[in-house]
Nanobody
Framework: VQLQAYGGGLVQAGGSLRLSCAASGRTFSNYAVGWFRQAPGKEREFVSAINWSGGRTFYADSVKGRFTMSRDNARNTVYLQMNDLKFEDTAVYYC??????????????WGQGTQVTVSS
């Protein structure tokens, strides 16, 4: 599975962005997908995950209530709708395919990152 994340950009605090993660490969629907982010000088951290069908999602406490993850298996695409963005959401965001989990090691395939910058 090859993944490509896009949709990042510069936004003011309180604004919204929608990230997309497009996958190639016919077995994409077999995998859970996670979003992770990495700010400068910090470890890559878990943001959210969605199971293979889209019926289960899980969010880090820091984004719960503000971010919503969804997927369209017919389009081989996963989305991360980010609302009420805060300065501390600034990071490079990565999507990954694997098991429905919060740990990086449970994901086998990673896309390149997309930069999200929130101005205060």
């Amino acid at each position: 599975v090859q993944l490509q994340a896009y949709g990042g950009g510069l936004v003011q605090a309180g604004g919204s962005l929608r990230l997309s993660c497009a996958a190639s490969g016919r077995t994409f629907s077999n995998y859970a997908v996670g979003w992770f982010r990495q700010a400068p000088g910090k470890e890559r951290e878990f943001v959210s995950a969605i199971n293979w069908s889209g019926g289960r999602t899980f969010y880090a406490d820091s984004v719960k209530g503000r971010f919503t993850m969804s997927r369209d298996n017919a389009r081989n695409t996963v989305y991360l709708q980010m609302n009420d963005l805060k300065f501390e959401d600034t990071a490079v965001y990565y999507c990954a395919a694997g098991s429905f989990a919060t740990m990086r090691g449970k994901y086998d395939y990673w896309g390149q990152g997309t930069q999200v910058t929130v101005s205060s």
